[in-house]
């Protein structure tokens, strides 16, 4: 456990909601620990977006990812990563 809070540390997440047809573009910005997660939404033109980021690039990439069509982006702080 003290192994996860460590490694959550200087980390966030953010989850947006993105068109389908805007996809490609927005997954091509994000860094992820290993791929982002998608999910689908009641709106099948829409996905869900999830990742987990290093902080210190939150505050570029999230301009970038509204350019994008990224909508309804929320950054969250993280407790633990347990691999």
Same mark, same amino acid.
């Given at each position: 456990?003290?192994?996860?809070?460590?490694?959550? /540390?200087?980390?966030?997440? &953010?989850?947006? +909601?993105?068109?389908?047809?805007?996809?490609?573009?927005?997954?091509?910005? &994000?860094?992820?620990?290993?791929?982002?997660? =998608?999910?689908?939404?009641?709106?099948?033109?829409?996905?869900?977006? +999830?990742? =987990?980021?290093? /902080?210190?690039?939150?505050?570029?990439? =999230?301009?970038? &990812?509204?350019?994008?069509?990224?909508?309804? =982006?929320? /950054?969250?702080? &993280? +407790?633990?990563?347990?691999?």
């Amino acid at each position: 456990m003290l192994q996860g809070a460590m490694a959550a /540390e200087g980390k966030v997440g &953010l989850m947006m +909601n993105v068109p389908r047809d805007r996809l490609d573009s927005v997954l091509a910005l &994000l860094p992820a620990l290993l791929k982002p997660t =998608i999910s689908s939404l009641a709106d099948s033109d829409w996905a869900d977006v +999830n990742t =987990i980021l290093d /902080e210190s690039v939150v505050r570029q990439i =999230i301009p970038r &990812l509204k350019a994008a069509g990224a909508r309804g =982006i929320v /950054e969250y702080p &993280l +407790n633990k990563v347990i691999d």
